[in-house]
């Protein structure tokens, strides 16, 4: 019997001679990840009107439609592929109901030469807050959330995206770098340096000292 891990292998090695099949399975395996990944990511003014799940359909169908493009790329490994086509998919969902003219640019980033929704400091914010136990979550009152937010802006971009891909999108190391389109060293450097600055951040709001042991020590 085979193991998982060698499963998975011939699905991708399936996957890279365009066999149709296989990307459906890879897409069921990797679903529960891309749906955190969109439910992270989607502006909140779209998430009334349009679920993940529809999104999700969507770039199942471009995906299926660039499997040609996959099969002559070797730079994306199977998962990195399709959270960019998930990205993207998020990006013209955005433009769709939002609209060009009012949709704010600086909502997207470009990542490794392709654009993906930008993660926002409201986006963290809700993340971070929803670490906090019951009991936390009480005292801490609108104002004192908008000072962590406000916090979080004063962090560069790309400080914020390597925290939303290693602690909300929960990417491992190796796939952040393939992500980034730099070494699994570099990677690992950038993340201890944001996990940093967040932790210094913290430090300085004490409503939300306690959330200083989600990042731990072990950063690696």
């Given at each position: 019997?085979?193991?998982?891990?060698?499963?998975?292998?011939?699905?991708?090695?399936?996957?890279?001679?365009?066999?149709?099949?296989?990307?459906?399975?890879?897409?069921?395996?990797?679903r529960?990840?891309?749906?955190?990944?969109?439910?992270?990511?989607?502006?909140?003014?779209?998430?009334?009107r349009?679920?993940?799940d529809?999104v999700?359909q969507?770039?199942?169908?471009?995906?299926?439609?660039?499997?040609g493009?996959?099969?002559?790329?070797?730079?994306?490994s199977?998962?990195?592929?399709?959270?960019?086509?998930?990205?993207?998919?998020?990006?013209?969902a955005?433009?769709r109901?939002?609209?060009?003219?009012?949709?704010?640019?600086?909502?997207?980033v470009?990542?490794?030469?392709?654009?993906?929704?930008r993660?926002?400091?409201?986006?963290?914010?809700f993340?971070?807050?929803?670490?906090?136990?019951?009991p936390?979550?009480?005292?801490?009152r609108?104002?004192t959330?908008?000072?962590?937010?406000k916090?979080i802006?004063?962090?560069?971009?790309?400080?914020?995206e390597?925290?939303?891909?290693?602690?909300?999108?929960?990417?491992?190391n190796k796939?952040?770098?393939?992500?980034?389109g730099?070494?699994?060293?570099?990677?690992s450097?950038?993340?201890?340096?944001a996990?940093?600055?967040?932790k210094?951040?913290?430090?300085e709001?004490?409503?939300?000292?306690?959330?200083l042991?989600?990042?731990?020590g072990?950063?690696?």
């Amino acid at each position: 019997m085979k193991s998982s891990t060698e499963e998975t292998e011939e699905l991708e090695s399936r996957l890279a001679r365009g066999d149709r099949t296989a990307l459906v399975e890879l897409f069921g395996l990797h679903r529960e990840r891309l749906w955190r990944i969109v439910y992270f990511r989607l502006d909140k003014r779209v998430a009334t009107r349009l679920d993940p799940d529809d999104v999700l359909q969507d770039a199942y169908l471009d995906a299926s439609q660039r499997l040609g493009h996959y099969s002559n790329q070797q730079q994306y490994s199977p998962f990195v592929w399709l959270r960019m086509i998930v990205g993207q998919t998020l990006i013209d969902a955005h433009r769709r109901h939002i609209g060009a003219k009012q949709r704010d640019a600086t909502r997207e980033v470009s990542i490794n030469g392709s654009a993906y929704p930008r993660v926002t400091s409201a986006s963290l914010t809700f993340g971070l807050l929803g670490n906090l136990t019951s009991p936390s979550r009480a005292v801490v009152r609108s104002e004192t959330a908008v000072d962590l937010r406000k916090a979080i802006e004063t962090m560069e971009t790309l400080d914020q995206e390597v925290l939303a891909l290693r602690h909300f999108e929960e990417l491992t190391n190796k796939e952040v770098a393939e992500v980034l389109g730099v070494s699994e060293k570099a990677a690992s450097i950038r993340y201890v340096r944001a996990v940093g600055r967040l932790k210094k951040l913290l430090e300085e709001l004490p409503e939300f000292s306690n959330l200083l042991n989600l990042f731990g020590g072990d950063w690696e």
